[in-house]
Structures are given as C-alpha cells and as structure tokens.
T-cell receptor, first 112, second 121 residues
Framework: GNSVTQMEGPVTLSEEAFLTINCTYT??????LFWYVQYPGEGLQLLLK?????DKGSNKGFEATYRKETTSFHLEKGSVQVSDSAVYFC???????????FGTGTSLTVIP | GAVVSQHPSWVICKSGTSVKIECRSL??????MFWYRQFPKQSLMLMAT?????????EQGVEKDKFLINHASLTLSTLTVTSAHPEDSSFYIC?????????????????FGDGTRLSIL
C-alpha cells in the first residue's frame, strides 16, 4: 500500500538558514502529495500540495516538487524564520477510502 | 476554505470520568471523519474512521468500547473516551476530507481540527 518515509528530526537551524526536510513515498499510481505543519499545541494545517509529477507546491516561502523518478517530495525553504518552528508532516492518501498516511513528523526549531 | 472545528480544546478531569469530544465540519459535509491520537513528540496514530450513519472502523489495538464514536450527521462526529484513566491522557485530533459526489477527490487534502488536549488526573 501507499506509505511515506520522512527524515528524522529534530532539526535546529539558525534564522535565515536553508531548510530541507526529506520525504520519500511508495505508492500505487500517482497520488497527490501533501505537507502539513503543526505549531505547538495546535492541530495540523495544510502547508502545500502537489497533484501530479513535476508539480511544485509552494506556500509561505516553502516549496516541494513531486519527483516521480526519485519518488520524493522534499520540503525546502531558502531562509527560515523563528516563526517556522513547528513539526512538519509529509502525507499522501490511501489507494481507497479517504484515509491519509503520514510520515513520522520532523520537528524544526529555528533560533535567532 | 474547508474548516473543521473541534471542541473542547482542553479537558482536565478525574479518573473514571467519560469525556466527549466533538468534531464538526463547518462548511462542507463529511461522510467520513478520522480520529487520531498523538503522543508528545510523535506522529499521528489513526484510531478509527468515523462513518456517517454506520459503525466506525477501528484500527488494530484500539478498544472500541473504550473509545466510542458516533457520526450521527454529515457534519458532526463525536469521540467519547469512557471511564478515562491517566494513560488515556493525550492529544486527540479529528480530520475530514471534502469529497464531492461523482467528483475526483484524489487531490483533496485532509482538513484538521485544532485538537483536544485531554489530561486525566
């Protein structure tokens, strides 16, 4: 079945550093891929998505490109801010039904 | 955009109490909702799939008599933690997905509530 493998954390970066959080997937067909962000004490918010191969999702300076050849959907940001400190989850839908599969989450802390 | 509202956001109660958590889809109908549990610094663990008008589907290892799920309408699912004990303390999150009849929903995201922090004393 479908699944995602996400880079383990935690990740600590200085403000304005470059961020990459790796995510690879296993899937039947080409499902849409998603990144979610969870700020402390809150639920998950959709950060960005890509619906087909070579699509690039982007939001709030974050980007991720749907790479079919490497089965990857890595999250990147060129210059992180303290406010980006959160946990990031890679996700994709199941083949059937409405269930999603989530990665283990990567905790990011940005220090001034 | 689609909004999911979860209530309450924080509950503290005594051991043995039953606690009900509500999950509402505010601007769309959800035939299916999901309940997750999240331990500190860990990922989401799917507990059950809530199906409107029928029984919930529980994941392996989740006690259905302990975690009662009711999905009585297209906009409301409830999770009741019965006779809660300290080990039930956790962060519970619900989600729903916009699915339109006859439409392609494969690129529709899950929409999450803000979560309920349950603390059992």
């Amino acid at each position: 079945g479908n699944s995602v493998t996400q880079m383990e954390g935690p990740v600590t970066l200085s403000e304005e550093a470059f961020l990459t959080i790796n995510c690879t997937y296993t899937a039947t067909g080409y499902p849409s891929l998603f990144w979610y962000v969870q700020y402390p004490g809150e639920g998950l918010q959709l950060l960005l998505k890509a619906t087909k191969a070579d699509d690039k999702g982007s939001n709030k300076g974050f980007e991720a490109t749907y790479r079919k050849e490497t089965t990857s959907f890595h999250l990147e940001k060129g210059s992180v801010q303290v406010s980006d400190s959160a946990v990031y989850f890679c996700a994709l839908p199941a083949n059937t039904g409405n269930q999603f599969y989530f990665g283990t989450g990567t905790s990011l802390t940005v220090i001034p | 955009g689609a909004v999911v509202s979860q209530h309450p956001s924080w509950v503290i109660c005594k051991s043995g109490t039953s606690v009900k958590i509500e999950c509402r889809s505010l601007d769309f109908q959800a035939t299916t909702m999901f309940w997750y549990r999240q331990f500190p610094k860990q990922s989401l663990m799917l507990m059950a799939t809530s199906n409107e008008g029928s029984k919930a589907t529980y994941e392996q290892g989740v006690e259905k008599d302990k975690f009662l799920i009711n999905h009585a309408s297209l906009t409301l699912s409830t999770l009741t933690v019965t006779s809660a004990h300290p080990e039930d303390s956790s962060f519970y999150i619900c989600s729903a997905r916009v699915v339109r009849a006859g439409g392609d929903h494969s690129n529709q995201p899950q929409h999450f509530g803000d979560g309920t922090r349950l603390s059992i004393l």
